[in-house]
């Protein structure tokens, strides 16, 4: 499974992107895909997840309400809109994949996704 990330850019705080992520190769496998991000100095952060069959969503609390992930099956594309960015959303973001099923804290744990893209910049300025 390839992932290609984009939609990346340079936001006013108060702003909004979106991003994509275009799983290619054998996307028919992908059981789930997520987006997170690493900050400057920071560790990587899970933001969200999304089951390919049924679309069920994951979120971390400290974006719920001003992310929301999605999918279209027929692109095989998943996004990330993101809503009221702030400097500290500030970051690289990741799309990753994963073929296994997963369950309970899983859903959360970076290691569990075994495709990762490029990752895309987002900076937000004050």
């Known amino acids: 499974v390839q992932l290609q990330a984009y939609g990346g850019g340079l936001v006013q705080a108060g702003g909004y992107l979106r991003l994509s992520c275009a799983a290619s190769?054998?996307?028919?496998?992908?059981?789930?895909m997520a987006w997170l991000r690493q900050a400057p100095g920071k560790a990587r952060e899970f933001l969200a997840a999304?089951?390919?069959?049924?679309?069920?969503?994951y979120y971390a609390d400290s974006v719920k309400g001003r992310f929301t992930i999605s999918r279209d099956n027929s692109k095989n594309t998943v996004y990330l809109q993101m809503d009221s960015l702030q400097p500290e959303d500030t970051a690289i973001y990741y799309c990753?994949?994963?073929?296994?099923?997963?369950?309970?804290?899983?859903?959360?744990?970076?290691?569990?996704?075994?495709?990762w893209g490029q990752g895309t910049e987002v900076t937000v300025s004050s």
């Open positions: 190769g054998s996307a028919f496998s992908v059981y789930a």
């Open positions: 990753a994949a994963t073929t296994d099923a997963l369950y309970g804290a899983g859903w959360y744990v970076e290691y569990e996704y075994e495709y």
């Open positions: 999304i089951t390919w069959s049924d679309g069920r969503t």
